[in-house]
């Protein structure tokens, strides 16, 4: 008997040997537990919270929302594990079990981090397609569970149980129930996302000669099922296919999309006008089509990635060269050093600063004049801030979007979804080889894992989501969530007469210190987050009732 986790080594203490062996006969290969979606679960790690008695999940409608089944074993490995759900049910109404999900949670090794971490080695992220797996003795193995809840789901609580089955061993099954509370998460999307999803990356990793569309087309559903808007503007063929992938975007829910990138070039004025000139006649045509469908309200210009005070006169030549030429179009610049805000006044619309560079009141004073405020993360900033690194906790993950609605910003954006170095080159290639997460090695060795790298290359040319994606889509459902009730208090207010729940609903919107305060401080702990949104939840269904009572 190699290791036994806690829980059956308790089952086993004060026996004598001829018990203790009676025992280890009754003894399951194999115990259910449950771990939040914002926890981290390592496989090797002791399991000492016990069996889980049931998986409890509460959503909206169009929501998804996940919980963690986690398969503890004892002295013996467990061979050929799979799982399933039965259909869930409240009254007569039914969420199919098509609509329950479920993914193997794998594990990536990191070494020598360039920030300070709790542990080094196997951390949880990829998304493993669901397939028969094996445990060994004395681990873990964590089983992702996701429940996407119909648009047309009445309210209430829906019962149903998952099942896992194992080679040789009885089948054991959890109840699970998922509470319906009575709104829906929007289709359209209301934070404007500029994510970019690299096609080079797809060419190099499955030995494409060139990405179909169609291929394209199906990771950029994958985003925006996730929320997301991919940044069109690295299409190496938007020329061909403007139309088709805006309309795509948009018809899913899309809040936005890159059109192009602009750069400056440094030079004599000849140098610099033969640089600048292509590029905005190149966006130009561009502009034309989208103008001529209605979308350009929705189109931004990636700008300068993170200008610097050496570039901002070249940089303006550009930009009012631009705004001269295509009116009414947005040019977006990021920034993590200066201050672009006096020599760039005039010719951007949006500021995206990284989150450690972000300074309230000179936000706020841009928002104010009519600019729209957006943030990112990359390789930093470092702790106590939040960010998307695969040693962050889950919660940080979706923390993110709470500090988003918390201080007005208005959208995220992060360089890169599937930046994957060179592990095309590995042999075997991942999944059955080692995956390299760290995609920044800075100067001294030390290695950023998982920046830029929310999703995985699976089988088939398919996208694998990750840990950390999962749970920013979980943010983001929880900024709409917000979004709702701000939209619901405007109606109460404009129905009259609700003045003690509008107040109660206002406050709530403001969100609670204890919860998030700023981008430093906030909670560690995921039920205070669950909770929080479930407060939120509740005060949608009355505010809406209350609206339904006056008409």
């Keep these: 008997m190699r290791r036994l986790p806690l829980l059956l080594l308790a089952l086993l203490s004060g026996c004598g040997p001829l018990h203790t062996e009676i025992m280890l006969l009754r003894v399951p290969a194999f115990l259910l537990g449950s771990a939040d979606t914002m926890e981290k679960v390592f496989r090797d790690e002791p399991w000492t919270r016990g069996p889980a008695d049931k998986l409890t999940i509460e959503a909206a409608r169009n929501e998804t929302e996940g919980i963690q089944l986690v398969v503890v074993t004892g002295g013996h490995d467990v061979r050929r594990v799979t799982v399933e759900a039965s259909d869930l049910r409240c009254g007569r109404s039914i969420i199919p079990k098509a609509r329950i999900t479920w993914n193997v949670v794998g594990y990536v090794r990191t070494e020598k981090p360039a920030y300070k971490v709790p542990r080094e080695g196997w951390w949880p992220d990829p998304l493993l397609p669901a397939a028969l797996f094996d445990v060994r003795a004395g681990e873990v193995q964590p089983v992702w569970l996701s429940v996407r809840v119909p648009d047309h789901a009445p309210p209430g609580l829906y019962r149903g149980k998952v099942t896992v089955r194992a080679e040789g061993q009885p089948r054991r099954s959890l109840p699970l129930e998922v509470r319906v509370w009575d709104f829906a998460i929007p289709r359209q999307q209301h934070l404007e996302t500029c994510f970019l999803l690299r096609p080079d990356e797809l060419q190099r990793f499955y030995g ?175 702790k106590p801030y939040a960010n998307l690194m695969i040693e962050w906790p889950g919660l940080d993950h979706r923390i993110l979007l709470w500090q988003t609605w918390k201080l007005g910003v208005t959208g995220f954006l992060y360089w890169s979804l599937n930046c994957w170095r060179d592990n095309y080159k590995a042999d075997p290639r991942w999944p059955e080889g080692a995956w390299d997460p760290a995609t920044f090695v800075n100067q001294q060795g030390g290695r950023h894992h998982g920046d830029g790298q929310l999703l995985y290359p699976g089988p088939g040319g398919q996208p694998l989501s990750s840990v950390r994606l999962e749970n920013f889509r979980d943010g983001i459902e929880d900024y709409e969530t917000l979004w709702l009730l701000r939209d619901a208090v405007a109606k109460l207010k404009k129905a009259g007469g609700h003045d003690v729940l509008v107040a109660e609903a206002e406050k709530a919107l403001a969100l609670d210190d204890a919860v998030v305060k700023d981008l430093t401080h906030f909670t560690p702990d995921p039920q205070a987050l669950r909770a929080a949104r479930s407060a939120l939840a509740s005060l949608i269904e009355r505010a809406t009732k209350a609206v339904a009572a006056a008409k």
């Design 208 to 382: 494409l000669k060139d990405v179909p569309v169609e291929m394209y087309e199906a990771w950029m559903d994958f985003c925006l099922d996730r929320r997301i808007c991919p940044a069109l503007y690295d299409w190496s063929h938007l020329d061909r296919d403007l139309e088709r992938l805006v309309a795509r975007q948009l018809d899913r829910g899309g809040a936005c999309f890159g059109l192009a990138y602009a750069w400056p070039k440094k030079g004599t004025p000849e140098e610099r006008a033969k640089h600048n000139e292509p590029q905005i006649a190149a966006i130009r045509k561009l502009y034309d089509r989208v103008k001529a469908r209605g979308w350009l309200p929705r189109a931004y210009v990636y700008c300068h990635d993170e200008i610097g005070k050496e570039h901002y006169d070249i940089a303006h030549e550009l930009y009012a060269a631009l705004k001269k030429e295509m009116p009414g179009l947005r040019l977006m610049q990021t920034f993590y050093k200066d201050n672009p805000i006096p020599a760039l006044d005039d010719v951007l619309d949006i500021w995206a600063p990284v989150t450690g560079r972000y300074r309230k009141e000179e936000m706020q004073a841009q928002q104010a004049k009519g600019d729209e405020v957006w943030w990112y993360v990359c390789c930093g900033p470092g």
